[in-house]
């Protein structure tokens, strides 16, 4: 079975400051990890993911993630937040053995952007 | 290419009532997603569809849920009869490739409210 933990229903950051949203997973297989971000009555969209190749991994916006298989960690990071990365994200996590498919999401982190 | 569509964007019925939220995959993308988030708790996964057929109904919560995929295109998820507890936000998505591996594309959702 597989889990995803996300510390911090909500997090507050200074405009320009680091970004960090701390995620971690439990698979019983390699997983493929992934982080959706979602604006304000928007839908889902992915920002990054990891497949098994390199364990940085740079997405849009100028977000990236570590895999880090020893501490079971995808932690989403930004060096400068900006505003218009107040959002809710969500870190995700799917099994890669064939026949389950399903993506198990945390329960996401409220990115709130202080000017 | 266009998106993941789904409508209606909100719906709002009464208790009994019977429902129906369709999605239409991106052309080409054989799996076909459905998931849910309901009152602010994790997006948590209902059905995948590989064409028309249905590979993993596991969540799907009760059976007054149903969905279709007729000649494997667009998909409908039907509440029939509407309880409370399924207000929430159905969303869904579609890959072209299985296991994730070029991530999933969300629409928009669809926001259920059930009164």
């Known amino acids: 079975a597989q889990s995803v933990t996300q510390l911090g229903s909500h997090v507050s950051v200074s405009e320009g400051a680091l970004v960090l949203l701390r995620c971690n997973y439990s698979?019983?297989?390699?997983?493929?990890l992934f982080w959706y971000v979602q604006y304000p009555n928007q839908g889902l969209q992915l920002l990054l993911k990891y497949t098994s190749a390199a364990t940085l991994v740079k997405g849009i916006n100028g977000f990236e993630a570590e895999f880090k298989k020893s501490e079971t960690s995808f932690h989403l990071t930004k060096p400068s937040a900006h505003m218009s990365d107040a959002a809710e994200y969500f870190c995700a996590v799917s099994e890669t053995n064939f026949g389950n498919e399903k993506l198990t999401f945390g329960t996401g982190t409220r990115l709130t952007i202080i000017p | 290419e266009a998106g993941v569509t789904q409508f209606p964007s909100h719906s709002v019925i009464e208790k009994g009532q019977t429902v129906t939220l369709r999605c239409d995959p991106i052309?080409?993308?054989?799996?076909l997603y459905w998931y849910r988030r309901v009152m602010g708790k994790e997006i948590k996964f209902l059905l995948h569809?590989?064409?028309?057929?249905?590979?993993?109904e596991s969540g799907m919560p009760n059976n007054r849920f149903l969905a279709e995929r007729t000649g494997g295109t667009y998909s409908t998820l039907k509440v029939q009869p509407a309880e409370l507890e399924d207000s929430g936000v159905y969303f869904c998505a579609s890959s072209q490739y299985g296991r994730g591996r070029g991530g999933y594309t969300f629409g928009s959702g669809t926001r259920l409210t059930v009164v």
């Open positions: 569809f590989v064409k028309e057929s249905k590979q993993d």
């Open positions: 698979s019983s297989v390699p997983p493929y």
């Open positions: 052309s080409g993308h054989d799996n």
